[in-house]
């Protein structure tokens, strides 16, 4: 059964997962332009299992080293902006390996439907991570735009259309899960897609594993590209 699962977000937020290969009509992915926070996400139903997930990127650039390096305000958004995930606040931790990354000079690679470049996003990349000895596989496509409201015109259009809007690497997600979603969010001049699979052993975690990744990432460009001064 195709269904959507609402997350509410801190800071008035909210986001929704969509299940990876249902049965019937494609799930639909919302991308919302409110201002996500890491709060702690209510558990959501998991699917059963089922066929891997769409294909893909073509023409993507070979992995390269799970670097990380602190990112200038304004400068094209880069893979080695991100490292290992190690996430931490109160009692809640998650840990996850970064397995891949790849950079992307624009979003061709990404863009399934052509609505990327209708709204003139700019820069791509992708972050695979693995975790649970590898038991749980996430990926993630983040992607750059002019401005705000290019980000919330892509999100709002991106709500009304089938998963296939945006290509990601299903080569590092698992062929065969239980839990199987995509959770996705806009923020400032950012987009970021998280899809996480998982197979029984890890099945249990995964939701708010999936709700954390992809809270705390996009929170991130909250503050990417502002610059302090003394």
């Known amino acids: 059964?195709?269904?959507?699962?609402?997350?509410?977000?801190?800071?008035?937020?909210?986001?929704?997962?969509?299940?990876?290969?249902?049965?019937?009509p494609a799930p639909k992915i919302a991308m919302p332009s409110g201002?996500?926070?890491?709060?702690?996400?209510?558990?959501?139903?998991?699917?059963?299992?089922?066929d891997e997930p769409s294909p893909a990127p073509s023409d993507t650039p070979d992995d390269t080293p799970a670097t990380s390096s602190q990112a200038e305000p304004g400068s094209p958004i880069t893979h080695q902006e991100f490292n290992d995930w190690n996430f931490a606040l109160?009692?809640?931790?998650?840990?996850?390996?970064?397995?891949?990354?790849w950079n992307y000079s624009s979003c061709a690679p990404v863009d399934g439907e052509g609505v990327l470049a209708k709204n003139k996003c700019e820069?791509?990349?992708?972050?695979?991570?693995?975790?649970?000895?590898?038991?749980?596989?996430?990926?993630?496509?983040?992607?750059?735009?002019?401005?705000?409201r290019a980000a919330k015109t892509?999100?709002?259009r991106l709500a009304k259309l089938s998963s296939n809007a945006v290509k990601w690497r299903q080569d590092k997600a698992l062929a065969r899960y239980t839990y199987g979603k995509i959770l996705s969010g806009a923020s400032k001049n950012y987009v970021v897609v998280t899809?996480?699979?998982?197979?029984?052993?890890?099945?249990?975690?995964a939701p708010n594993f999936h709700a954390y990744l992809q809270t705390d990432h996009t929170s991130y460009f909250e503050l990417r590209d502002q610059t302090i001064t003394s």
């Open 35 to 50: 201002t996500p926070t890491t709060t702690e996400p209510a558990p959501s139903a998991t699917p059963d299992t089922s």
């Open 195 to 205: 899809i996480v699979t998982a197979d029984k052993s890890a099945g249990a975690k």
């Open 154 to 156: 892509t999100a709002d």
């Open 90 to 101: 109160g009692g809640i931790k998650f840990k996850a390996d970064k397995v891949g990354g």
């Open 123 to 148: 820069r791509a990349v992708q972050l695979a991570y693995s975790a649970y000895s590898g038991h749980l596989k996430a990926v993630q496509v983040m992607m750059s735009f002019p401005t705000d």
């Open 1 to 24: 059964m195709t269904g959507l699962a609402v997350l509410l977000l801190g800071g008035g937020g909210w986001a929704a997962y969509a299940y990876l290969s249902s049965p019937g």
